[in-house]
């Protein structure tokens, strides 16, 4: 629901670590300009400890791709048309309680239109508008033809 701030946090906390880490490193080499920041040799020294780290290694660096593709955006189905979001915010002008409206066409074959409602909105109004007038109007405004249309209705709580 509130993707946008987990990756707030996500790209917080990573910056976190970085900062920690780098303050770390600027510390230890002040106060003994010789000496190894970091001993790896533990990895050397024990042989199970060399696959688990580089296990651990490949873990986050699957873990980091797939949180990065998620805040691209790729993975999603369709493209976004701004024309057939306008048309079907003109078809729904005058009801109450419409919050978010997304149309995406997928794949040139469908259509999915999603609409976020408030509680107080009259349902049985957005229903009709959709069967009468709406989705004729978005399938013509992306030059959708006879595209089937996928409309996913949601009701938010508050």
Do not use: C
Not at 134 to 148: F, N, T
């Amino acid at each position: 629901m509130y993707r946008h701030l987990g990756n707030r946090a996500g790209i917080g906390l990573a910056g976190l670590a970085l900062l920690a880490g780098g303050v770390y490193a600027l510390d230890a080499r002040g106060d003994r300009p010789g000496a190894r920041i970091a001993d790896l040799g533990f990895l050397t020294r024990h042989s199970w400890a060399t696959p688990l780290a580089a296990g651990a290694a490949i873990l986050i660096a699957l873990a980091a791709t797939r949180w990065l593709m998620a805040a691209l955006g790729w993975g999603r189905y369709g493209s976004r048309t701004g024309a057939g979001i306008a048309m079907l915010g003109v078809a729904m002008k005058g009801v109450e309680g419409i919050g978010r409206i997304q149309v995406r066409v997928v794949r040139g074959r469908r259509l999915r239109m999603s609409l976020s409602l408030d509680p107080s909105s009259d349902l049985h109004e957005v229903i009709r508008r959709l069967d009468d007038t709406a989705v004729s109007r978005v399938r013509r405004a992306v030059d959708g033809g006879e595209l089937p249309a996928l409309v996913r209705l949601h009701v938010r709580r508050r």
